[in-house]
Structures are given as structure tokens and as C-alpha cells.
């Protein structure tokens, strides 16, 4: 028996309703990986202001001690926007590599007897950070020893370089091609405050900068470039570093 048309249309509804709706696919990678395990441990310290030179002091005699146990890529103090803060960077192969230098420096007697316990005192806060080299980015190096660092904080955008970063890496790379500064390293964060990304520039001095900045911001492709990248952007701060003498990136 046939059922009136009416009545059919309801049943038809309802069998649609009925049937399982295709679950939409969610890409939860955040955009190219690194290939290795290879990380970096960013490490600033706030220093009590009257014991600065004493902490600088107490490095230069003493971190050696530290150095024996994993490679330091570079130690600088703030000169320019922050004060009485030092900044280092630490290359472990992976978490495990960390573990067991973590482990020995516990078990170190120099370097507890002679720095630790020595240098805690003059501290006012610590603050860690777990980062990657970005793909696309390898560790550079100054053409010479001497200048100065500019280390500079990106808040992105939640969503990762899957969202931000082909814009922000055609901004790097259109300051990177008016020659007036070398790129270090490009840092993203994998602990600590999430989507930050960190960039190392050298420059010979602070002047030196000033000047190229100034003719960068007049180039057509950097302005085009950073107007298409700062619509990810939430936040940046910039940080002028001296290097220390132990640091190998001088």
C-alpha cells in the first residue's frame, strides 16, 4: 500500500536525520617540523640592579664550570629595552641530552660550590623557554667578532606557522635582502608562552642599525612584506645584547 505523499515526506526527513554525517578531517600539524630532535633552552635571569657587575663578574671566573656540560650558543646582557637582565642559550640534541647535563651539574661540586651558590643570591626571577630553530632558518654567525645583538619577541596569533608563517617569513627575508643587519637564528617556542617566535639579529653597532632600519622602512617590498605579516601579529618587543666574553657568539 502507498502511503500518501504527506505522510512520506516526514519519514524521509526523519531516515536522512538518521543516517551518520561525515565527520570533518582536522589538521592538527602546525606547519613544517624540524627533522631532528635538536633544541634550544632559553634561558633570562633578572638580576638585582646593585649586584649586576658582580654577577658578570662571577660568569666570567666561574662559567666554564657550566660550559663543560653542554654547548653554549651564546650569554649577553640587556643594554636597551630591559635593564639588569641577562639572556643565554643553550643547545641540547633532545630532552633526554638535557636530562643527564641537568643530572651532572646537580652533581658538579665546582659549579655548586663555586657559582650556584654563590650567584642565587643575587637573582631576582629565572625564566625558561624551549624552542626550535624554524625549518627554514639555520644558526648563523656574525662576519665578525664585536657589534651588537638586537633579540626581538614576536606573539603571533594562535594557530602556528600553518597560519603565519610563509607572511612572517617573507618579512624576515625582505629585512634580510636590504643588507643592513645579519640574521642569527629565528627561535619558535615549544615551552613557555606558545605561538612566540624569537629573532637573533647582529649588527656592527647600534647606530649602524638605526641607519638601516630607517632606509628599510622606506623600502617598498619591506613595507609590503610587514604589512601582509602583522595581521598575525598580537604583540612584539625589542632587546639590545651585549655579549659576554665567554659567549661563543661574540
Given at each position: 500500500?502507498?502511503?500518501?505523499?504527506?505522510?512520506?515526506?516526514?519519514?524521509?526527513?526523519?531516515?536522512?536525520?538518521?543516517?551518520?554525517?561525515?565527520?570533518?578531517?582536522?589538521?592538527?600539524?602546525?606547519?613544517?617540523?624540524?627533522?631532528?630532535?635538536?633544541?634550544?633552552?632559553?634561558?633570562?635571569?633578572d638580576?638585582?640592579?646593585?649586584?649586576?657587575?658582580?654577577?658578570?663578574?662571577?660568569v666570567?671566573?666561574?662559567?666554564?664550570?657550566?660550559?663543560?656540560?653542554?654547548?653554549?650558543?651564546?650569554?649577553?646582557?640587556?643594554?636597551?629595552g630591559?635593564?639588569?637582565?641577562?639572556?643565554?642559550?643553550?643547545?641540547?640534541?633532545?630532552?633526554?641530552?638535557?636530562?643527564?647535563?641537568?643530572?651532572?651539574?646537580?652533581?658538579?661540586?665546582?659549579?655548586?660550590?663555586?657559582?650556584i651558590?654563590?650567584?642565587?643570591?643575587?637573582?631576582?626571577?629565572?625564566?625558561?623557554?624551549?624552542?626550535?630553530?624554524?625549518?627554514?632558518?639555520?644558526?648563523?654567525?656574525?662576519?665578525?667578532?664585536?657589534?651588537?645583538?638586537?633579540?626581538?619577541?614576536?606573539?603571533?596569533?594562535?594557530?602556528?606557522?600553518?597560519?603565519?608563517?610563509?607572511?612572517?617569513?617573507?618579512?624576515?627575508?625582505?629585512?634580510?635582502?636590504?643588507?643592513?643587519?645579519?640574521l642569527?637564528?629565528?627561535?619558535?617556542?615549544?615551552?613557555?608562552?606558545?605561538?612566540?617566535?624569537?629573532?637573533?639579529?647582529?649588527?656592527?653597532?647600534?647606530?649602524?642599525?638605526?641607519?638601516?632600519?630607517h632606509?628599510?622602512?622606506?623600502?617598498?617590498?619591506?613595507?609590503?612584506?610587514?604589512?601582509?605579516?602583522?595581521?598575525?601579529?598580537?604583540?612584539?618587543?625589542?632587546?639590545?645584547?651585549?655579549?659576554?666574553?665567554c659567549?661563543?657568539?661574540?
Open positions: 500500500m502507498l502511503l500518501p505523499a504527506l505522510l512520506r515526506r516526514p519519514l524521509a526527513a526523519a531516515a536522512r536525520q538518521a543516517l551518520p554525517r561525515a565527520v570533518p578531517q582536522v589538521r592538527l600539524a602546525t606547519g613544517p617540523r624540524q627533522n631532528n630532535g635538536i633544541f634550544y633552552e632559553i634561558r633570562t635571569y638580576i638585582k640592579p646593585a649586584k649586576m657587575k658582580e654577577f658578570l663578574e662571577m666570567s671566573k666561574y662559567f666554564h664550570f657550566r660550559t663543560a656540560h653542554s654547548e653554549l650558543v651564546g650569554f649577553w646582557y640587556s643594554e636597551l630591559a635593564m639588569n637582565k641577562v639572556l643565554h642559550i643553550w643547545k641540547y640534541d633532545n630532552f633526554a641530552h638535557r636530562t643527564a647535563v641537568r643530572q651532572a651539574l646537580a652533581n658538579d661540586k665546582d659549579w655548586q660550590g663555586k657559582f651558590s654563590a650567584a642565587l643570591p643575587l637573582v631576582e626571577k629565572q625564566h625558561n623557554e624551549v624552542a626550535y630553530l624554524v625549518p627554514w632558518c639555520q644558526l648563523g654567525k656574525p662576519s665578525k667578532e664585536g657589534g651588537v645583538y638586537e633579540w626581538v619577541t614576536f606573539q603571533m596569533k594562535p594557530g602556528g606557522p600553518a597560519l603565519w608563517g610563509e607572511a612572517f617569513r617573507a618579512a624576515i627575508n625582505a629585512h634580510i635582502n636590504t643588507g643592513y643587519t645579519k642569527i637564528g629565528v627561535f619558535h617556542t615549544e615551552y613557555g608562552l606558545l605561538n612566540t617566535v624569537h629573532v637573533l639579529w647582529w649588527n656592527e653597532s647600534p647606530d649602524q642599525r638605526a641607519a638601516g632600519r632606509s628599510a622602512h622606506e623600502d617598498a617590498r619591506v613595507v609590503a612584506a610587514v604589512r601582509d605579516s602583522v595581521r598575525f601579529l598580537e604583540s612584539q618587543k625589542n632587546v639590545l645584547l651585549i655579549p659576554l666574553q659567549s661563543p657568539l661574540k
